[in-house]
Each structure stands twice: as C-alpha cells, then as structure tokens.
C-alpha cells in the first residue's frame, strides 16, 4: 500500500487534499515537496504498544510520529476496567526517508523504556520481510491447502520455510506437486507414543517466526514450547471449551448441539487451553448427519485459521492476562 | 387461525380445493352455511416402515382435511420415523374427538413411540408453571410475550425460593392478571420439593427461567412430564452457575445461551435451542452479563414457542428433533 504525493497535478492534489493535508504541509514545510523530482513516497507503518497505563502515551506516542512527519491514520487504544494496563495499536503512513527504518526502531525503543513497555512492535510490511512460518499437521490436508492456495493469492502475506507432517505423503499428489512447485520442503517425521521427535521438529522450525498447526495431532510439550520460545497458532474443530481433544465434531454430534464452531488459539502446554484467538459457528440441526456436521466444521476451520493468522501478522493479537487475547 | 371461506371472495376461494370438495358435498351453495376450516398439527413418531405417510395423509385427507405443511425426518442409520404435519379442517366434518381416534388408529398400526394432534383454537391451550430465583430478566420477558399473547400458554402460578415484595413491578403484574405467586423457600437440606410438585402437578410443563436449585430424579419422575431451563452459556461449557462469568474469564470470542429439556444432570438434557453472540477484549464483565441476558430471553422464548407448537421431539437419548 503505497501512496505518492505529488504537487505537479492540481487535479490529484485537490482530491487527496483532506488524506494528505498533514504530510503536505510538513513536507512544504521542509522546502521537499516544490521539487516534483522528489515526491516523498509514504509508506505504511503499524506499531503495537502494551504497557502498564499512565497519563501521557497516547500524547508521546502520537507526537513521536508526527515529529517525524508521519501520519496516524488509524488508532485503536484499550485500556481494561480495573486494570493498570494501556494497549494501542496505530497505523501511519510515514517517509522513510525522513524517519529511517532503524531510527524508527530506536524512537519506539526510547518510549518503551520510558514507560517499561511489556510489549512495542514496529512492523513496515513493503520493508520488513515477511514472516517466516512452519506448518505442521497430520493426515488431515484441507486447512493446509487452504492455506496454500491463499498463500499463492498472495493474501496470506507469510514465507512458508516449510511443511512438516507425521504422515507420509506420494510424490503425486496435489500437495506435494504444488509445494515441489513452489520450492517449499516437505517433511515427513513420523511419531510414536513414545517419540514425538520434537528435536527433529526443533532443528527444523528454530528459524521462524510462529508456528501454525493446521490440524497436527500431536501435544507439543512444554519443554518444545519453551525452547522454540515463539508463538505456536492452533485450530481446534470445536467450539473451546466444549470438545477438546480429538474428533470434536463426533463428540459435538452426540452432544445434541444446535451449533457446531471451530477456535484458533495459542498453544500452550495444556491441550486446547491457550488464549483464543478468533472463534467461528455455525447452526446444525437433526437434518444434519456426521458427515455434514464435518463438513461444516472444515468450513468453518479454514475461514477461522485464515483469519486468525492474518490478524496476527498485522499486529492484531495481544496478550490479555493469563488467558486472553486483545484483537483489535 | 381462522379461515372463512365465502363464495364472495371468488379470488382466494378460486385456489382453494377445499371449495371443491364442499361443492362436492353441497355444502357451500348456501353461504349462511360457509364451512369454517381450522387448523390442526400432527406429529408421529414410530419405527420406520414404508407407507407411513401415505396412511397419515390419507387418513387427513379422507376426511376433508386440507394439508399446508410437512416435515418428514429419517435419520440415517436408524430405524425411527418422525413427522409433522400442519393442516386445516372442518371440525364439522371432522369432530375433534373422531381426529384423535382416526389418528390413534393409525399410531397403533405402527406401533407409535408418540402421536399428538393438537388443534389450537379448540384444544385448552398448555398450562404452565414459571419457577425463577432471583433474577427476573428472563420471567419479566415470558411476562410480558405472554400478555402480548405471543406466548400461547396459561401461566397457573410463578414460584420461586427467593422472597419479593408487592410493590415490586413482577408483583404488580402477577397481582394484576390474577397469577399467584409462592415463595417456596430452599435449604440445602430442603428443597421443597414435595410443596412444589403439589403446586404444579396439574401443569403440562415447568418452565426454569433462572431457577438456580437442581430438581431430584425423584421430582422429574414424579412430576413425570417435561421441564424446560434456560442456561446463560453455550453447553456443554459453562455448566453450573454464573457461566457469563466463567465465559469472561475463559477468553472466549462468542458467548451464547442454551435451552434443554431438564435431566438428573445438571445442564445435560437434550438440546433445544442455541444462540450466540460475538464478544471481544472490548467486553467487560457486565457487558457479558448483559448479552447474555438478551440471549437467554430469546432463547428461551423461542424454545417454549417451538414445543407449544409440537415442533420439538426426543431423539436418541440426548438429544432433539425441532422441525
């Protein structure tokens, strides 16, 4: 998403006058813009700030991007009932010729001292590369080839470094030609009981940036999950807490549910309890065998995990205690 | 639902085949003798077997009856038939006591688990108890559906273990439309159920709106016919007590409420009715609560309504059909 400003078209400018007002006339300001020659290209920048509440953030946050010539365009800012603790959220557009990728990171950084952040993120998507993720799963492939495909359709803005299954796969099938199509390895790590070949999985996945189980069907341990030290996303078939575990949807069947659901959740070492990201539903009713009701909840699953992910790789997705999430 | 037809109005009596075979039968020649055609519900539930619902809708159609609406449900796998039918008649023709004899023939040629007809306009319509402790969100709204009749129930009496005084709207009201109400109050040793099967055993169904005590396997058997509640969570989560707030607390993204017939089990019976709502970090507690408390009335609404109108029947152990 990039704009350009420029003062040669009367036209252009008078129609983007109340969008570009602010930049404009910083940039008159400076003396840059009267050379067409050197338009400044904005681009766009989120930052997300978590930490303990006082009087002044907004006011220091706001105006370290405006000293800057950077233009708030959304601002979203949560700060619990009873609890001393501030989140934001901004999207600006900036130039980064005048505020330089690193001192971008440096302005934020100063602010995050000054008010013990928990948590301040600066991401400039046309800058930074993409994330790096790895994605797991068992025998089950609809929401891996969901993800996939809007991958290809470039609305999952991730790199997929690899895909790792502890089920094996034949060369010609859809999945393997499209990922030996795109260059993405394939790994095949079989499990048992006793082995759940974590290292393996480890060695493999240290250099992403999250993990995203679509449909892996085995307990990452707490000790995976301390050392790998990121996040780990998981869709869960059910509606949590009802029907955690496996076949969810058969337990949901013989539940007698009028509405069936999937959550996506970070994990955590305790199965399907992590906070919950984004849940989805949908109605059932005695018209619906097994079949339909598993239908459905693949459905749901991959609208639930595509959603969830592009939420967390825009910087939607907060901690929100010990068990909850802040989606803005 | 009444129905008059009249030679009159030659545009809607055109389309109608009742106006046939009343032709047929000379009836409607003199107007002053218009057939006055009400409507009835069926609902048959057996064993499958082929044939079922061309002997139901023979036996309607034989004697006049004039078929609007069907559902026919056969679950996969599994040898049981249900269905529900919606017609109109003339009770002239087709008198209320020979509806349930024609259709209790056929129930025990099939060996039927269930077979009701219910004629709303003839038939008294179901009477009901409302327990409640204190909340009264959910009583206040069956209050009021019911005076907008909206709510096709007698409400014999209201009962509840917690104490309220006159001047209070609930009080008010109840006082006003002639609906005793009885504080029947419980200890954790004495939940009174002996007073409470006493004051409810000539109803056709309870009605829990926020009823917090759990009735015994011995009142159920007792009392021997249905009970409905209203939970303010999705089942199976959130079982017990104060679910918005276990909800809160659980980081959910969609809060709803559920109406199931009532069982030994607390929150476990058969499944009626589900509803949700979307919520976020933006909810707090009360605003929780407060969604919650839309949710349940509309549930619980809607559930009473579908059983009044024969909509609702057990299938398997736990759960329910709803046409």
Not at 78 to 90: A, M, W
Not at 177 to 191: A, E, K, N
Not at 237 to 252: D, E, I, M
Request: positive net charge.
């Amino acid at each position: 998403m990039i704009r350009r400003v420029s003062t040669t078209s009367c036209l252009s400018a008078t129609a983007f006058r109340s969008f570009t007002k602010w930049s404009f006339n910083s940039s008159q300001f400076l003396g840059e813009s009267l050379d067409s020659s050197v338009s400044p290209l904005l681009i766009p920048g989120v930052h997300v700030f978590h930490c303990p509440d006082v009087v002044g953030i907004v006011a220091k946050l706001s105006d370290c991007i405006a000293a800057k010539g950077g233009n708030i365009l959304g601002y979203d800012v949560f700060v619990p009932e009873n609890k001393n603790v501030f989140y934001s959220r901004s999207e600006f557009i900036f130039d980064p010729v005048k505020w330089p990728r690193s001192q971008m990171d440096k302005d934020f950084q100063t602010i995050a001292q000054k008010f013990s952040a928990m948590s301040s993120v600066v991401r400039v998507p046309s800058l930074d590369p993409k994330y790096k993720i790895a994605l797991l799963l068992s025998k089950q492939d609809h929401c891996l080839v969901e993800m996939l495909h809007k991958w290809q359709d470039g609305k999952l803005p991730v790199d997929i470094t690899c895909v790792i299954s502890n089920h094996e796969r034949a060369p010609n099938t859809h999945i393997m030609r499209f990922l030996q199509r795109h260059g993405i390895s394939y790994h095949y790590l079989s499990t048992t009981d006793q082995n759940k070949i974590e290292e393996e999985i480890f060695e493999l996945v240290k250099d992403t940036d999250f993990l995203v189980l679509a449909r892996y069907m085995q307990l990452l341990s707490g000790n995976f999950l301390k050392g790998y030290g990121k996040d780990v996303i998981n869709i869960h078939h059910g509606l949590l807490p009802s029907f955690k575990g496996r076949n969810p949807v058969k337990q949901a069947f013989d539940a007698g549910v009028k509405l069936i659901g999937a959550t996506t959740h970070f994990v955590t070492e305790e199965l399907d309890s992590g906070p919950i990201i984004e849940q989805m539903v949908e109605r059932v009713s005695h018209r619906d065998n097994l079949r339909s009701f598993v239908q459905k909840s693949e459905d749901l699953e991959k609208k639930c995990l595509m959603k969830a992910i592009k939420s967390y790789c825009e910087l939607r997705v907060l901690p929100y205690g010990t068990q909850k999430t802040v989606v803005f």
